[in-house]
Every structure is written in C-alpha cells, then in structure tokens.
C-alpha cells in the first residue's frame, strides 16, 4: 500500500518555475515507479512524466520536454517534479501516481489528491 501526498502547487507567471513534492507512505516507494499527470480546466488528465523504478529512466510528454524535470529520492521517500518556462497552458491540477509505470493511467494503481498550478500571463 503506497498513500501519496502532493505539495508544492501555486500561482506563477508565464516564464517562472515551480517545483512540485510528491510525498510517499509505505514501504514498498522504492520499487515502484513514480508520474505525474496534470488536469486542465475542461480537458481529460493527461500523462506529464514518469521515472522508473529498476533504473530511474525518465520519460516526458512532448509537451513539457526541456521544460521538465523528474527525480526521486527514495530515503526521503519523495518524487519531485521540477518545471521551468512555464507557460498559461500548463494550468491544471497535477497529480502523481505510483505503479508498475508507462505513460498510461491505468498503470498506476495509487494516486495523490493534487496541486493545483496556475500559469498566468
């Protein structure tokens, strides 16, 4: 069992950076991977980035390549989500997950409440 905590949401202009926690419970963080999705006002939530597990290999959507960054640091039993340039259509609500891992939702069998990040312009 794996419980998730989100943190680090906020307002942000356009250009700015933010960094986002995802603070974990259980045991087993270290062998699971770790994403992140987003939600944005009227949109389905949508696959941000993962980093897995076995080999801490990293994945983006193409969307937030060479903006974003993932890492985790399993003694302090957290995943990180570090985004710069942001931009207005990175407003949504972020959530993380842990699970077997992929780009897919189903794949991830835990998940946060979310944080909410607003990008003004």
């Known amino acids: 069992q794996v419980q998730l905590v989100e943190s680090g949401g906020g307002l942000v202009q356009a250009g700015g950076s933010l960094r986002l926690s995802c603070a974990a419970s259980?045991?087993?963080?270290?062998?699971?991977?770790m994403g992140w999705f987003r939600q944005a006002p009227g949109k389905e939530r949508e696959f941000v980035a993962f980093?897995?597990?076995?080999?801490?290999?990293?994945y983006y959507a193409d969307s937030v390549k060479g903006r974003f960054t993932i890492s985790r640091i399993n003694a302090k039993n957290t995943a990180y989500l570090q985004m710069n340039s942001l931009k207005p259509e990175d407003t949504a609500v972020y959530y993380c997950?842990?699970?077997?891992?992929?780009?897919?939702?189903?794949?991830?069998?835990?998940w946060g409440q979310g944080t909410q990040v607003t990008v003004s312009s």
């Open positions: 259980g045991r087993t963080f270290s062998r699971v991977t």
């Open positions: 997950a842990a699970g077997p891992g992929g780009t897919l939702q189903p794949n991830y069998n835990y």
């Open positions: 980093i897995r597990w076995t080999d801490d290999y990293t």
